[in-house]
């Protein structure tokens, strides 16, 4: 069975205060790990999808690693308005194929809040 | 372009009523998943779908059903609401390709007194 861990599950930052986020996996064989931001009383937005060990996605303040065992969201010098709920799913490849291979499996997330 | 619309927004239900909870997506996407999501629980795959005609059971099925007759919309039926079913429902879609992240919708509240 899929897992998703992320930690912590709170976290509060001074703006400015660069920080990470993490997500360890496990799952039989990765097809992909995805990053989302969810606002309160909104739907999960995406922002990255990771591939393989070694890849980096950059966006803005936000850069997201992948190794073989976890995923880091690095935020660089936050802003209030990077304050969100922080999303990280799985997808992996299944016997049987079809539409099971694009399921996704999430974590519960990290609630960061950014404080001017 | 709209994206994924779901309705209603805000709902509270009776125990034992039913209800279906509306999604529609513009996107010309095949695939549709509906997804609850409980207070520190994370987001749940309650149904999904590969295309109109199409529907198969994610990790928590019981107590509801879907169809999808078209592209276009995916509802998800509630029957004989319990309070257990009290939730936030999301239903997204994504394109037949790996690398595309799921869109979402904004969601919908359901109270089940």
């Known amino acids: 069975e899929d897992q998703v861990t992320q930690s912590p599950e709170a976290l509060r930052l001074q703006e400015g205060e660069s920080s990470s986020l993490n997500c360890s996996y496990t799952?039989?064989?990765?097809?992909?790990l995805f990053w989302y931001r969810q606002d309160p009383g909104k739907g999960p937005e995406f922002l990255f999808t990771?591939?393989?060990a070694g890849e980096e996605k950059e966006k803005e303040r936000l850069k997201a690693t992948l190794t073989k065992k976890e995923s880091f969201l690095h935020i660089t010098a936050p802003k209030p308005e990077d304050s969100a709920t922080y999303l990280c799913a799985v997808q992996a490849f299944r016997l049987g194929g079809g539409g099971s291979n694009y399921k996704l499996t999430f974590g519960k997330g990290t609630l960061l809040t950014v404080n001017p | 372009n709209a994206g994924v619309t779901q309705t209603p927004k805000f709902r509270i239900l009776k125990i034992g009523q039913s209800m279906t909870l509306q999604c529609t997506q513009d996107?010309?996407?095949?695939?549709m998943y509906w997804y609850r999501q409980d207070p520190g629980m994370g987001l749940k795959l309650i149904y999904y779908?590969?295309?109109?005609?199409?529907?198969d059971k994610g990790e928590v099925p019981n107590g509801y059903n879907v169809s999808r007759s078209t592209t276009e919309d995916f509802p998800l039926r509630l029957e004989l609401a319990a309070p257990s079913q009290t939730s936030v429902y999301f239903c997204a879609s994504s394109p037949d390709r790996i690398n595309y992240g799921y869109t979402f919708g904004s969601g919908t509240r359901l109270t089940v007194v």
């Open positions: 990771l591939y393989s």
């Open positions: 996107m010309n996407h095949n695939y």
């Open positions: 779908s590969v295309g109109a005609g199409i529907t």
């Open positions: 799952v039989s064989g990765l097809r992909g």
